[in-house]
């Protein structure tokens, strides 16, 4: 059985579950009902009927039953004309319409009730969800090399595996074929002159069987128009100019076998029809999201303190407080102040819908919303809300965290380890002679080297160690759960890497290197001591001659 067919079965094991519902649901607004009219007055008691009869039009629009759905928002209008803003009546309910109105949504249910249940139907999984599910994945750190210069295709080779990749290098076309059909590389580079019959439509044909996420990437010392043409055509998704600028490459690289997989946005719902909840969440889970439900709206702090999403659905009206209440609570905390938060109501009076959102929502989707304009707008917001919030933590030209985020999580990091004891060692490093590359080469190729050692930094260390730019060709590293020995062995690893790799200025080839001072917790208890410490052993790295490096003494 697939995963939509299950979700498919899930979400008519629901609907079968609202249908046995129906008749307690439509018992409760008959009673409410005959409570209020013998006090029309009453806002307890219009409220709840109001909340009642909206809640059955969300959810049996939600659940196919549209009918019952209109009837349902026809019961709400003169309820919620008769309730102010602070929920105190400001006009004389009609009894003698609502009475009518409830008596023709009972009818209309009950006719639903005899009748054969409708078949809900989910949308489609979008194409990125489906290549996920292939079973040949590429290998995340394998890359093929087509090229016929034996000479070249080493020096491309060696480059590359200094940031930990494997790659295969294939002079023809024919054993890369054959190699392809056994395993799927993360991505293939295939130089585009490689003087083998028709390139671009072999090329063209084997890239329809590739998985989406398996780039193809063209590499050419040609820079013309035609030659970027026949890239296009061949199935290629990148085009690479010779000297290859390693960094970039493979930034383009990672970004390409992540980007469809940086689409698992968490969103939280809140609504107390759980139904409705259930519903909603389904359809996101159905497009590979993760979601998580909250029908108290008292909760709601706890909840996101644990969950931490990434974008707020929100039911309007709820006993306790209201969505837009919940809004106001979520951006008084700085943490959630930027985070996405989408109002889902039967709600159809564009001032209450405007209203809503001054008070800190950021789109307003009429209940019951179709799966596709959820899916759309959740995953457009979300996707802006990580893209600024990456913005915000990380350096703009590096990508690796800025010097206020690393040293943040670097406080954290010591003071989880105080309460369990861990060891945890801090690292700082230098470019050397580094206003000698600007001098030499410009900044543009400054800034290069600086990119290509953040790229290295990334690739080479684990997800858990904590990378910083800690200002101008300064950087700073966290090794959690880390010896001062096995800290020192990684940096002496990537110092050699480092060296080895070619930057090239506008006539000649250059390699940088770097100094390191390293500090441990065992001596310097402190994230301060630590920095101070690490900071003093690199200053001694660069007095015994640079590219080398330092453990802190006490």
């Known amino acids: 059985m697939t995963e939509q067919s299950t979700i498919s079965d899930k979400l008519q094991s629901l609907q079968n579950n609202y249908v046995q519902e ?3 649901i439509l018992s409760n607004i008959k009673d409410t009902w005959s409570a209020l009219k013998h006090d029309a007055s009453d806002p307890v008691k219009i409220e709840a009927l109001f909340r009642l009869t909206h809640n059955l039009a969300g959810s049996a629009g939600a659940f196919g039953f549209q009918e019952i759905s209109d009837k349902a928002k026809e019961v709400t209008e003169p309820l919620r004309n008769a309730l102010g803003e602070n929920s105190s009546p400001t006009a004389t309910l009609q009894l003698r319409e609502v009475g009518e109105l409830i008596q023709e ?31 040949n994945e590429p290998k995340n750190k394998l890359i093929y090399l087509v090229e016929d210069d034996q000479f070249q295709g080493k020096q491309i080779a060696l480059q590359i595996e200094k940031f930990a990749y494997n790659v295969r290098i294939f002079e023809k076309l024919s054993p890369f074929l054959e190699a392809l059909e056994k395993q799927l590389p993360s991505a293939i580079l295939v130089d585009i002159g490689i003087p083998e019959g028709n390139t671009g439509e072999i090329l063209s044909h084997m890239h329809l069987g590739l998985d989406a996420r398996t780039p193809l990437i063209f590499i050419s010392n040609r820079t013309d128009f035609k030659a970027r043409l026949s890239a296009v055509r061949g199935g290629g998704r990148g085009y690479f100019e010779k000297p290859l600028d390693i960094n970039n490459l493979l930034s383009f690289i990672e970004t390409e076998n992540t980007k469809d997989l940086n689409e698992n946005y968490r969103v939280m719902i809140i ?34 303190a644990e969950f931490d999403p990434e974008i707020l659905v929100l039911d309007m009206y709820m006993p306790g407080c209201n969505g837009d209440e919940i809004a106001m609570v979520v951006r008084q905390m700085d943490k959630f102040i930027s985070i996405p938060i989408i109002f889902l109501s039967s709600e159809n009076q564009v001032e209450r819908q405007l209203l809503a959102m001054e008070k800190g929502g950021d789109d307003f989707l009429m209940k019951p919303v179709s799966p596709e304009l959820l899916l759309s707008s959740v995953k457009v917001r979300a996707k802006r809300a990580r893209l600024l919030r ?15 985020v690393a040293m943040e999580r670097f406080n954290d990091a010591i003071s989880l380890r105080q309460r369990n004891p861990s060891p945890i060692c801090v690292a700082m490093l230098d470019l050397d002679f580094f206003k000698k590359i600007n001098d030499n080469y410009g900044h543009s190729t400054g800034d290069r080297v600086l990119k290509s050692f953040a790229g290295l930094l990334k690739q080479r260390l684990r997800a858990t160690d904590i990378i910083g730019r800690y200002g101008g060709e300064e950087f700073v590293i966290v090794f959690p759960d880390t010896s001062t020995e096995n800290s020192i062995n990684i940096l002496n690893e990537l110092r050699r890497n480092f060296e080895e790799l070619n930057f090239h200025g506008e006539e000649t080839t250059f390699n940088a290197t770097f100094s390191c001072g390293v500090a441990d917790m065992l001596q310097f208890k402190t994230a301060e001591a630590m920095m101070e410490a690490a900071d003093k052993a690199l200053y001694q790295a660069k007095e015994n001659g640079r590219n080398n490096v330092v453990k802190a003494k006490s």
């Open 390 to 404: 990456t913005h915000m933590v990380k350096d703009s030209l590096t990508g690796l965290l800025n010097h206020a």
């Open 271 to 304: 609504d107390d029809d759980k139904s409705q909840a259930e519903y909603h969440s389904l359809i996101l889970q159905n497009e590979g999201l993760e979601t998580s439900i909250l029908t108290n709206p008292e909760q709601v702090l706890e909840a996101m």
């Open 105 to 135: 949504l009972r009818s209309i249910c009950r006719k639903h009730l005899h009748s054969s249940t409708t078949h809900i139907s989910i949308p489609k999984r979008s194409s990125t969800i489906l290549k996920k599910t292939i079973k």
């Open 22 to 24: 129906l008749p307690s």
